[in-house]
């Protein structure tokens, strides 16, 4: 982040002073703006909803392809209508479902048993319609998710934080499903796309797919295809739709090499980016280490400006937190102390932008 905008993010106080007494400021929120701050939530464990709701989280992302896995087709709606009203009664909207609303293993590397994962999926995007849950965050990272060497690296005043070295990776040797080839992987999602896309722009549904993280193929004999701008370009075009959008991960764009200011702004304004993941990485694709929300090299006032000026209209959530002193690293990139911090670091620059000094 340039000095110019930590300046100006740090001139506008919490408090101001007239006739002698502190005056609190306006409540924090992303009033104003099109931007939910959201976090992602279990739905099967309400006991944390309660910490995120004090510190203004109003917007909830979450997983329901466990859920959904063990349910009957025919009651998806009656399962996701459950989960819903939960949040609600939490005062929690959900903002969209992340990581699939269905298994999709299948469908992403092309095995036998894929069109009844198809199947599932056009159900589960009909349920979530009836249910009114807007977007869906899907990835196509076939046979391995995101990935890392090192779960443990010490960072700034020796938080742990991950890192990914490619030669690292590749000592590793292949996974299960020995060698795919990107071709293999583009198929599978053209035949993903033609067969969703449609029903999802039916059902209003945005689908924002996520990029490979990290954005580099082959990773352990797997061909990854998200790993440019340009692809992506590519992958739009599938099935051109309104509902055919992006999930801007922002630091796995810039492992690629990508102006993500740039390329934030365009999208944006061509209303295609549906979901934002806030967060920085030191490094490119090939070796790579996640920061602190404050301490990596894009300028997240910045960047944050972008998406406001440019009517980004959606759910954006921190991601990969480093993990603070005192916390077990159970869950790396996903504790509470560190997401706690990107979540007032995140309003803070929305704070400073709301009052005209971003």
Same mark, same amino acid.
């Given at each position: 982040?340039?000095?110019?905008?930590?300046?100006?993010?740090?001139?506008?106080?919490?408090?101001?002073?007239?006739?002698?007494?502190?005056?609190?400021?306006?409540?924090?929120?992303?009033?104003?703006?099109?931007?939910?701050?959201?976090?992602?939530?279990?739905?099967?464990?309400?006991?944390?909803?309660?910490?995120?709701?004090?510190?203004?989280?109003?917007?909830?992302?979450?997983?329901?392809?466990?859920?959904?896995?063990?349910?009957?087709?025919?009651?998806?709606?009656?399962?996701?209508?459950?989960?819903?009203?939960?949040?609600?009664? %939490?005062?929690?909207?959900?903002?969209?479902?992340?990581?699939?609303?269905?298994?999709?293993?299948?469908?992403?590397?092309?095995?036998?048993?894929?069109?009844?994962?198809?199947?599932?999926?056009?159900?589960?995007?009909?349920?979530?319609?009836?249910?009114?849950?807007?977007?869906?965050?899907?990835?196509?990272?076939?046979?391995?998710?995101?990935?890392?060497?090192?779960?443990?690296?010490?960072?700034?005043?020796? %938080?742990?934080?991950?890192?990914?070295?490619?030669?690292?990776?590749?000592?590793?040797?292949?996974?299960?499903?020995?060698?795919?080839?990107?071709?293999?992987?583009?198929?599978?999602?053209?035949?993903?796309?033609?067969?969703?896309?449609?029903?999802?722009?039916?059902?209003?549904?945005?689908?924002?797919?996520?990029?490979?993280?990290?954005?580099?193929?082959?990773?352990?004999?797997?061909?990854?295809?998200?790993?440019?701008?340009?692809?992506?370009?590519?992958?739009?075009?599938?099935?051109?739709?309104?509902?055919?959008?992006?999930?801007?991960?922002?630091?796995?764009?810039?492992?690629?090499?990508?102006?993500?200011?740039?390329?934030?702004?365009?999208?944006?304004?061509?209303?295609?980016?549906?979901?934002?993941?806030?967060?920085?990485?030191?490094?490119?694709?090939?070796?790579?280490?996640?920061?602190?929300?404050?301490?990596?090299?894009?300028?997240?006032?910045?960047?944050?400006?972008?998406?406001?000026?440019?009517?980004?209209?959606?759910?954006?959530?921190?991601?990969?937190?480093?993990?603070?002193?005192?916390?077990?690293?159970?869950?790396?990139?996903?504790?509470?102390?560190?997401?706690?911090?990107?979540?007032?670091?995140?309003?803070?620059?929305?704070?400073?932008?709301?009052?005209?000094?971003?």
């Amino acid at each position: 982040m340039s000095e110019l905008n930590r300046r100006s993010l740090f001139r506008g106080g919490a408090f101001a002073f007239s006739g002698g007494l502190m005056q609190a400021a306006p409540p924090r929120t992303s009033r104003g703006t099109g931007i939910q701050l959201a976090h992602f939530l279990h739905a099967d464990r309400p006991g944390s909803w309660r910490l995120w709701k004090q510190l203004g989280v109003d917007h909830a992302i979450t997983g329901v392809a466990g859920i959904l896995a063990r349910t009957e087709r025919s009651r998806y709606a009656e399962a996701l209508a459950k989960v819903k009203a939960d949040f609600q009664a %939490a005062g929690i909207e959900i903002a969209g479902v992340e990581s699939h609303p269905v298994p999709a293993e299948k469908l992403k590397l092309g095995l036998p048993g894929r069109d009844e994962e198809l199947e599932n999926y056009i159900a589960a995007i009909k349920a979530l319609a009836e249910v009114r849950i807007p977007m869906v965050c899907y990835n196509w990272m076939a046979g391995l998710g995101w990935y890392r060497t090192n779960t443990k690296v010490a960072g700034r005043g020796g %938080a742990l934080t991950s890192e990914f070295v490619l030669e690292e990776a590749e000592a590793q040797g292949l996974t299960e499903w020995g060698k795919v080839s990107e071709e293999k992987v583009w198929d599978n999602l053209v035949y993903f796309q033609k067969a969703v896309i449609p029903v999802a722009e039916k059902a209003g549904i945005q689908m924002a797919l996520h990029p490979d993280d990290p954005p580099l193929s082959p990773l352990r004999g797997l061909g990854r295809i998200l790993t440019s701008a340009a692809n992506f370009e590519k992958v739009m075009q599938i099935v051109p739709s309104p509902i055919n959008g992006v999930t801007f991960c922002q630091a796995n764009f810039l492992a690629m090499g990508e102006n993500i200011y740039d390329l934030a702004e365009k999208w944006c304004k061509r209303k295609k980016v549906f979901f934002v993941h806030f967060r920085d990485i030191q490094g490119r694709a090939n070796r790579m280490r996640e920061t602190f929300h404050d301490n990596g090299p894009t300028d997240m006032a910045r960047i944050m400006k972008i998406y406001h000026d440019a009517g980004f209209q959606g759910p954006m959530r921190p991601d990969h937190a480093p993990v603070l002193a005192g916390e077990a690293n159970d869950s790396p990139g996903y504790m509470v102390q560190g997401n706690i911090f990107a979540i007032g670091y995140m309003r803070g620059i929305l704070d400073m932008i709301l009052a005209g000094r971003g």
